[in-house]
């Protein structure tokens, strides 16, 4: 149940007679919302290791895709992030893709994830992802229309797909959320702790300035920073929801250091009445007002990220926790529903999307 599961779950609750397909599912990990619908997968869930291993049967998951029979369906509402928007729909059906992002190991993040494979993987990876490239790109054009999850992603969109997309946030619970009155001198830390995180980042700019800190998160680099923390940094794999919002709340400021596509963690500290503190790159440039909500920093480096708490402190008696609270508020689900509902209709009036003239 992560961003992806959470944008499904919400276009449930707006189509809730709508089935769902998908490559594997899972229910035990799934919302009650999710294991309540109706969910059909292709044959990739019917693979030896496909619940632990999906990504593997990457190559196969074109052709299971477009195996699917979406015959009955006058409205397809893809949800990608990998090629989910390639199944074929009929000829007068409506199909409007809601992107989280083309497949970034397929475009941009192509050299980082190579470099981070096995010999085998990286021997066999030029030849395969050239294709599937291929085939990204022209499943793209089946598509009626786009929606991005920030204008970052839309301008990913243009460069690989050559489509234009309108930008619909992602929804986030900022009702959850709420300020409080007891807020601590510790900075806070929430994210995965994988590699293009970079907690490594945000773990060395603590230590360097002996600022007090809780990082919170698993992965594959906790060991890592858990064995690197200083005795100002507090490490926690896991909080609770509960703990979870009162590490919000309570915090001096959220230091976020990835690159995200959009990020729903600086959205829901904001929610909690806190400033942010993030790397000024990608989806976040969408959710933070730079010198209102919180701040930006410039590079994914100690040094700027150093440069940057130090800047906060000089500017944090200007911050408003109403005015971030407000800001979270852009975000909120009935937003995310609005978009939704807009483009569908837009599409209901338009129709599906005209093949060119051949002349």
Known sequence: ????????????????????????????????????????ESFIGRLPGARKHYQKYLPLMPMALEELDLRAYDLVISSESGPAK?????NDALHLCYCHSPMRYLWDHYQDYKSAAGRLSRALMPAMFHRLRQWDVSSAQRVDAILANSRFIARRVGK????????????????????????????????????YKRADVALEAFNRMAVPALMVGDGEMVREIERRAGPNVEVRRRLSFSELKEAYATCRALVFTPEEDFGIVPVEANASGR???????????????????????????????????????????E?????????????????????????????????????????
Request: proline share 7%.
């Open 275 to 317: 400033p942010v503190i993030a790397f000024g790159q990608g989806g976040v440039t969408d959710s933070i007002v730079d010198g209102k909500t919180g701040l930006f920093f410039p590079e994914q480096s100690v040094e700027s990220l150093c440069d940057a708490i130090s800047r906060f402190e000089r500017w944090e008696a």
């Open 160 to 195: 690989v797909w050559g489509r234009e997309a309108e930008v619909v946030h992602p929804p986030v619970s900022v009702s959850e959320f709420a300020p409080s009155s007891q807020v601590s001198n510790r900075y806070l830390w929430v994210s995965q702790m994988t590699p």
């Open 86 to 90: 390639g199944v074929i729909t009929r």
């Open 1 to 40: 149940m992560r961003g992806g599961e959470r944008v499904l779950e919400r276009l449930l609750r707006l189509f809730p007679q709508a089935d769902i397909f998908t490559h594997v599912y899972d229910p035990a990990r799934m919302s009650e919302a999710l294991r309540g619908a109706r969910v059909q």
């Open 319 to 359: 911050f408003d926790p109403a005015a971030a609270v407000a800001n979270a508020q852009r975000f909120a689900p009935e937003v995310f529903d609005a978009g939704i509902l807009s483009a569908v209709e837009k599409l209901r009036v338009r129709g599906p999307m005209a093949a060119p003239a051949m002349t």
